[in-house]
């Protein structure tokens, strides 16, 4: 939804490995060397890690279209909890070797001919695994005896481990993985970026999908950016989805940290249980106000005091853009309701502290002008609570609807 109201060509931040938004911050550029280097050497074991979003299979996968395919023949896996045989016969099926019916000497067999043949031909071969912490020590085993294979002195295959930061420690210290060890040329970790990074990090990726400054991005975005996902590229395109999203509900020009700080409030409130909300007194509320914004007519009233909880109503994909369009209506008039709250409050406080400056016997009107004042101050706090969890909804409706998540049988 934002892509198009500001005029983008594309999604910037999608959660899936692309490799033509690979950013090169410090650790991407270390990294990247140690993969050069190791594509150099031509064998053994490559270990590189990462906390979960910090980029390795987008690393990798740039790293793929700057070598020259007809010289290298790579596969990608990723895998689960294998056991041996099963690895072996995933390996033969990225190279596209065909195992239907052999046994591991057999399948064995079938990944070494096939080795040879690329290696005759001029071609190196290369096996990146990913979420390499997830295989057992035997499936580890099978991966160092196919590095093994060689043509006269020359290896057949390298492989690229790629896993969290547990993968690393447990090669370390496995009594049974010293072979493996021995076979390692270089180990690099992938950390966070720094914070210096991020305002680069994300004006490239919307400078790749047309970006022209708008949204234009505040000076105090970028710490408070860096505070919520501490440099990790995934959870940095996790949280700028929904802001960016959030601007284009509320049609802002500019995206600032008080925007940041609304999208992890509803964030907050969307991770609540049911239990949760059956707990929490806002509920009635909530709900109330969502069934409004799909209901209401445009101009009319309806206080909050008066409204009633119905179920909140469900909103088919044909009809989307009507829906919207009607919750940005009602999110405006929430908008003036509260602005008239605030200014009717202000003049209710300024008639107190009038009184107050008044002789004592004009006291008696103060008790009543006291209770409106409290009675505005509930008022505007559950207008605001409500004009946020409608937004916090249509978020989550508009990220469904981006991903094609509607419910089976739901109208096209």
């Known amino acids: 939804m934002y892509e198009t109201h500001y005029g983008l060509t594309g999604r910037p931040f999608q959660l899936t490995p692309d490799p033509r938004f690979y950013f090169e911050s410090a650790t991407h550029r270390k990294a990247m060397s140690y993969l050069g280097y190791g594509l150099a050497q031509g064998e053994g074991f490559i270990i590189i890690t990462g906390e979960i979003g910090a980029g390795k299979s987008t690393l990798v996968a740039h790293l793929m279209q700057t070598v020259d395919s007809a010289r290298l023949t790579a596969a990608q896996i990723v895998t689960t909890q294998l056991k041996g045989d099963d690895l072996l016969h995933m390996v033969a099926s990225s190279f596209g070797v065909a195992t239907a019916g052999l046994d591991k000497t057999g399948t064995l067999g079938a990944i070494e001919h096939f080795l040879h043949t690329e290696a005759r031909a001029g071609r190196r071969c290369l096996l990146v695994v990913d979420e390499s912490q997830n295989l057992p020590l035997p499936a580890l085993e099978e991966l160092r005896m196919l590095s093994n294979f060689q043509l006269g002195s020359h290896p057949l295959l390298q492989i690229f481990l ?109 991770a609540m249980t049911d239990d949760d909300w059956q707990n929490d007194a806002a509920l009635a509320s909530a709900a109330s106000h969502a069934a409004h914004a799909a209901s209401v007519a445009p101009g009319s009233e309806m206080p909050v005091a008066a409204m009633a909880a119905p179920a909140i109503p469900e909103v088919s994909k044909a009809d989307f853009n009507q829906f919207v369009a009607e919750v940005r209506t009602f999110a405006g008039q929430q908008e003036d309701e509260r602005r008239f709250l605030v200014n009717e409050l202000q003049a209710a406080l300024d008639r107190v502290q009038a009184l107050e400056a008044r002789p004592a016997q004009a006291q008696v009107d103060l008790e009543p002008l006291l209770a409106r004042v409290h009675a505005l101050e509930a008022q505007q706090a559950e207008q605001q609570k409500a004009l946020h969890r409608v937004l916090a909804l249509l978020v989550g409706w508009v990220e469904d609807e981006s991903a094609g998540m509607w419910p089976k049988g739901r109208a096209a």
């Open 162 to 270: 790629l896993g969290q930061p547990e993968f690393r420690a447990s090669v370390q210290g496995a009594p049974g993985l010293e072979q493996l060890r021995q076979r390692i040329i270089a180990t690099h970790h992938l950390g966070a970026m720094e914070r210096h990074e991020l305002q680069p990090y994300v004006e490239h990726r919307m400078a790749l999908v047309g970006w022209q400054g708008r949204p234009a991005f505040a000076d105090d975005l970028w710490a408070r950016l860096f505070a919520e996902t501490g440099g990790i590229p995934r959870k940095i395109n996790m949280l700028i989805n929904r802001v960016l999203l959030m601007a284009a509900v509320e049609n802002r020009e500019t995206v600032d940290a008080a925007l940041v700080e609304a999208v992890v409030a509803d964030l907050a409130v969307d």
